[in-house]
Each structure stands twice: as structure tokens, then as C-alpha cells.
């Protein structure tokens, strides 16, 4: 079974539209997040939720709104999408306390034209 | 404000050659410690973690990392890579938990 999953792995989209990537875990982690890796393959943290509630937002523009129904879930929605939001979007969780790994989703790579 | 550098983007070695990747970091705090790797269009993968305890930790692959907190370092090492080590490898680190601050990368290249 996979640990941390990601949906769709590739998704193509027109700028200004608008679209959502989905994350799920099932390691019964607490704390989960979502990193943007660029062109150049640099990775950076962009939201962090633990247990449902926002503890990270580091600056990101708000048009990435993320939303997490339960502690198993962290999707992510992006409005009015540009073609500097091309890259690939990595979900991770870890659980309570902080002193474990953090598990990486598969990734999904967006393509905005 | 804290950071990781990892001073080498590329490193073509021949198989069966050792090959170490360095990583610093800058923190005033204390600090946990990892080393992703990500293979060709995959997501990143756990290669090994200092969190406390001895200074020289190993992967089940043959990697071993040593931190060294006087030249605040955590390199990587391998005495013997294969083609198959061929990734991208990425240094990180968390302060007692919470977001990973990574390194650039570095870019592994394993020729025959």
C-alpha cells in the first residue's frame, strides 16, 4: 500500500485556470505538507497543516489555497494559474513530535501553458 | 536565518569509486539532520537521518553520513558506487522538527 499518494501525477492546464491536487496518507501521521520543487530541482516548504489546522504558510502567493478535510488529507487548490506555478508539487506527512522522517508523496507535475 | 548548502551540483564518478557529497549547514540552534535521494521522475526517499546520538549514521545501501558539529557538515559518503546510485541527492535539514530547509542538490552521475 502506498504511504503517501498524490493525484493526478501530471496535470497540463491553460494559464488562468484553475486546478486542485489531492494528498492522502496512510501512515496515521498528524502533520502533513506540501513543497514546490522548481525547474532547477529546489525544493521549498510551502504550507504545513498538523491535525486539520494551518501552522506554515511560507508566504506563498494566496492563490494556492490549501485544505485539509481530515488529518489523512491535504489537497491543494491553485486559482488563476500562471506559468511560473509550473513545477512539481510534493506532499509529505510526519508524525507527532516531529522528530521523524518526513514521507514523500510520488509528486505531481504541473504544466501551465 | 538558517540554510543548508550543498557545494557540489554535479558529481560524475566511475562505478565502483568512492564519492563523497558535502553538505553545511548554518543554524545557531539545534538541528536535525537528513539526506533524501531522488531517482529519475520519482518522489524523494529517506536515505538516512541524524537526529542525536552517535555522529555516524548508515542506510541499508551503504551510505553513511557523519555529522560534525564543530564544521557544522553532515557528508555524504559511499566507498563503492554503483550505476544504480545514479540520482539526485539532497541535503536537509529541521529544527527539532517541522519544515525541511534542503540543500540545492547534487546531482550524483555514476559512469561504467
Known amino acids: 500500500d502506498t504511504a503517501v499518494s498524490q493525484t493526478p501525477k501530471y496535470l497540463v492546464t491553460q494559464m488562468g485556470n484553475d486546478k486542485s491536487i489531492k494528498c492522502e496518507q496512510n501512515?496515521?501521521?498528524?502533520?502533513m505538507y506540501w513543497y514546490k520543487q522548481d525547474s532547477k530541482k529546489f525544493l521549498k516548504i510551502m504550507f504545513s497543516?498538523?491535525?486539520?489546522?494551518?501552522?506554515i504558510n511560507e508566504t506563498v502567493p494566496n492563490r494556492f489555497s490549501p485544505k485539509s478535510p481530515d488529518k489523512a488529507h491535504l489537497n491543494l487548490h491553485i486559482n488563476s494559474l500562471e506559468l511560473g506555478d509550473s513545477a512539481v508539487y510534493f506532499c509529505?506527512?510526519?508524525?507527532?513530535?516531529?522528530?521523524?522522517?518526513?514521507?514523500f508523496g510520488p509528486g505531481t507535475r504541473l504544466t501551465v501553458l | 536565518a538558517q540554510s543548508v548548502t550543498q557545494l557540489d551540483s554535479q558529481v560524475p564518478v566511475f562505478e565502483e569509486a568512492p564519492v563523497e557529497l558535502r553538505c553545511n549547514y548554518s543554524?545557531?540552534?539545534?538541528?536535525?539532520l537528513f539526506w533524501y535521494v531522488q531517482y529519475p521522475n520519482q518522489g524523494l526517499q529517506l536515505l538516512l537521518k541524524?537526529?542525536?546520538?552517535?555522529?555516524l549514521v548508515e542506510s541499508i545501501n551503504g551510505f553513511e553520513a557523519e555529522f560534525n558539529k564543530s564544521q557544522t557538515s553532515f557528508h555524504l559518503r559511499k566507498p563503492s558506487v554503483h550505476i544504480s546510485d545514479t540520482a539526485e541527492y539532497f541535503c536537509?535539514?529541521?529544527?527539532?522538527?517541522?519544515?525541511?530547509?534542503f540543500g540545492q542538490g547534487t546531482e550524483l552521475s555514476v559512469k561504467p
Open positions: 497543516y498538523n491535525n486539520k489546522e494551518l501552522i
Open positions: 509529505a506527512s510526519e508524525s507527532v513530535g516531529g522528530r521523524n522522517t518526513q514521507y
Open positions: 543554524s545557531s540552534v539545534s538541528v536535525y
Open positions: 501512515l496515521g501521521h498528524d502533520t
Open positions: 541524524y537526529l542525536s546520538g552517535s555522529t
Open positions: 536537509a535539514v529541521s529544527f527539532q522538527g517541522g519544515k525541511l530547509i
